[in-house]
Nanobody
Framework: QVQLVESGGGLVQAGGSLRLSCAAS??????MGWFRQAPGEEREFVAG????????AYADSVKGRFTISRDNAKNMVFLQMNSLKPEDTAVYYC???????????????WGQGTQVTVSS
């Protein structure tokens, strides 16, 4: 069983930065992912990192602006978001899976989400 708790969301102006954190309980041998869901939209993959940290993946819309990282010693995953745009506004979710996937259906564990709002 894995429990995930996100933090770090908030309101920021376009061009600004935020750092999301996800605290995980349980074993660290999971691929960790960040997803987001805007009102009226489907949940979409943002970024993922293997349990070893050796591989990462990003949605095209965030490449070059967002960076995912993890600290297995502290059971933490982070999403550094730079050059934020109004279209990044969404609820951001941390998730865990035993596979390597960008598909939300492959993720078994989810946090409660944290709101990110980017004003223009």
């Amino acid at each position: 069983q894995v429990q995930l708790v996100e933090s770090g969301g908030g309101l920021v102006q376009a061009g600004g930065s935020l750092r999301l954190s996800c605290a995980a309980s349980g074993r660290a041998l999971y691929t960790m992912g960040w997803f987001r869901q805007a009102p009226g939209e489907e949940r979409e993959f943002v970024a993922g990192v293997r349990w070893s940290g050796s591989s990462t993946a990003y949605a095209d819309s965030v490449k070059g602006r967002f960076t995912i990282s993890r600290d297995n010693a502290k059971n933490m995953v982070f999403l550094q978001m730079n050059s934020l745009k109004p279209e990044d506004t969404a609820v951001y979710y941390c998730a865990a899976t035993l596979t390597w996937s960008t598909y939300s259906g492959d993720y078994s564990y989810w946090g409660q989400g944290t709101q990110v709002t980017v004003s223009s």
